[in-house]
């Protein structure tokens, strides 16, 4: 589920002036469903970002999932690291259910509504909440995680990044050296926007906000930001990328100044183009 979308404001009234407040500014209770979840483990030390692991697993994979948690909080902070002040900022609540029917139930609680319910997990940034249905995988549990984790080093990104980078976690293998990113299926999304002329430019991503990269072609958005983040991978270029387009500005032309400086599209294509003996394997 995009963050972006759940970030929202209050339009407030004071003096009889409006104004804005970011609902991250809000202080909101812990949601009693979240409450009645058992606590499973707590993830991240003093000063850092808290994953607070919830939810009625058996033994063994509750064991799974807490490994999995504390791999993606460590690749994360080493892959991007951040100094963004996160004192006082309370534990994320990351709530896990085993199956999607329990999952369906849950977000509808919590959020009151069923929109929630065709998605893998969601990351409510004001309410700091992590839900992921296990039931579909541990995929989307890997990428809710990873927004939460760059809401609080970053703030807010760019819409197309944020979800190529949780993107990438989605099908990611745990090495010695931390998580490969692997080819998936959004290579036949890329492909298949491209084939009807709906695929992006470097122009147009640099352009988006949340009303394409959230819109009808979203699939398109999706799988060309995560693409383009691991073609700047395999290059070791992905590090030093993140830091140069989060520090740009957020223009249009300050963010294709920094994409056309590292990527260029036609090799970029032709790359994706060769990924097909990758899938075999």
């Known amino acids: 589920m995009p963050a972006a979308i759940l970030t929202l404001a209050l339009l407030c009234m004071a003096g009889g002036q409006v104004f ?9 209770e812990r949601h009693r469903s979240v409450e009645a979840l058992p606590e499973l483990a707590r993830i991240g030390a003093a000063g850092d970002t808290i994953f607070i692991l919830r939810g009625r697993l058996s033994k063994n994979r509750a064991k799974q999932i807490e490994r999995i948690t504390r791999q993606v909080h460590r690749d994360v902070k080493r892959r991007f690291p951040g100094d963004r002040d996160k004192a006082g900022l309370r534990p994320v609540d990351v709530c896990v259910f085993a199956t999607s029917k329990l999952y369906r139930k849950f977000a ?7 929109e929630y319910g065709a998605d893998r997990g969601f990351f409510v940034p004001y309410r700091r909440l992590v839900v992921a249905d296990l039931g579909r995988g541990v995929g989307g549990l890997r990428h809710e995680l990873v927004h939460a984790l760059l809401r609080d080093e970053f703030g807010s990104l760019p819409d197309w990044l944020d979800e190529g980078l949780a993107a990438l976690y989605v099908t990611a293998k745990w090495t010695k050296k931390g998580y490969r990113f692997q080819v998936n299926f959004r290579l036949r999304q890329l492909r298949a926007a491209r084939g009807a002329g709906r695929l992006p430019d470097l122009e147009k991503l640099a352009a988006s906000d949340d009303r394409e990269v959230y819109g009808k072609n979203y699939e398109a958005y999706y799988a060309l930001s995560r693409y383009l983040l691991l073609y700047l991978e395999r290059q070791g270029r992905l590090g030093k990328f993140f830091e140069k387009i989060r520090s740009a500005p957020r223009s249009k032309e300050g963010q294709l100044k920094v994409l056309r400086q590292f990527v260029d599209y036609d090799a970029f294509l032709k790359w994706a183009d060769g990924l097909d003996t990758e899938t075999r394997k």
Not at 20 to 28: D, I, M, N, Q, Y
Not at 108 to 114: A, L, N, T
């Open 20 to 28: 804005a407040v970011s609902l991250e500014e809000v202080k909101h």
């Open 108 to 114: 509808k609680e919590v959020m009151g509504s069923d």
